[in-house]
């Protein structure tokens, strides 16, 4: 079964909104590797709305290099209750907010790679909830930012287990969680 991988960037203090704002200074090249590998062991891309949005905007002019030809190349999937057709994006596709669960549960039985998600969000607290969720990889920046959008919410409540600690030579230290069927 495929598994579904959370990847966001964070501060210290835990906020993860405008990340192109200060966390580019820290893409060190051992961190660069690591988010290669990442990606090119997945075949597609699970996104909200917004954040599908924003990428759609920039993501298709971007290329010429293994990452972002990677990312262009696969099947992205935007969760919305809003939008009426996908971006134009290769391979963008829409899954209706209210179809989440069942759209979900089929794309990780087909056969195929890992399923990655940017953000943490309604999406991410949706299939945590739903047992969908695989793993959380938090991208922890040695940045304060002291305000913004945060990285869980009320929402977001689950038991987790530690599985895996990554520090780059950037000081960027990725952890790597696991949701547990535990209640919390």
Same mark, same amino acid.
Request: no cysteine; proline share 9%.
């Given at each position: 079964m495929r598994r579904i991988i959370a990847s966001t960037l964070t501060?210290?203090?835990?906020?993860?909104? +405008?990340?192109?704002?200060?966390?580019? &200074?820290? +893409? &060190? !090249?051992? @961190?660069?590797?690591?988010a290669l590998d990442l990606t090119l062991g997945c075949d597609a891309l699970l996104l909200g709305r917004v954040t599908y949005e924003g990428m759609a905007q920039a993501w298709p002019t971007m290329g010429g290099n293994p990452y972002a030809d990677h990312v +262009? &190349?696969?099947?992205?999937? @935007?969760?919305?209750?809003t939008l009426d057709k996908p971006a134009d994006w290769d391979n963008s596709r829409l899954i209706r907010g209210d179809e989440l669960i069942? @759209?979900?549960? %089929?794309?990780k039985s087909e056969p195929g790679a890992d399923i990655l998600t940017w953000g943490c969000g309604r999406l991410t607290d949706d299939l945590a909830a739903n047992g969908l969720l695989d793993e959380y990889r938090i991208w922890v920046h040695p940045v304060i930012k002291g305000e913004g959008e945060p990285l869980f919410r !009320?929402? &977001?409540?689950? %038991?987790l287990e530690h599985a895996e600690t990554t520090t780059f030579d950037s000081g960027v230290v990725l952890l790597t969680y696991r949701p547990v069927a535990a209640a919390v």
């Open positions: 501060t210290l203090d835990g906020y993860i909104d +405008n990340p192109h704002l200060w966390s580019m &200074s820290y +893409n &060190s !090249p051992d @961190a660069l590797k690591y +262009n &190349s696969i099947t992205k999937y @935007a969760v919305t209750s069942p @759209a979900v549960t %089929a794309l !009320p929402q &977001s409540v689950t %038991a």
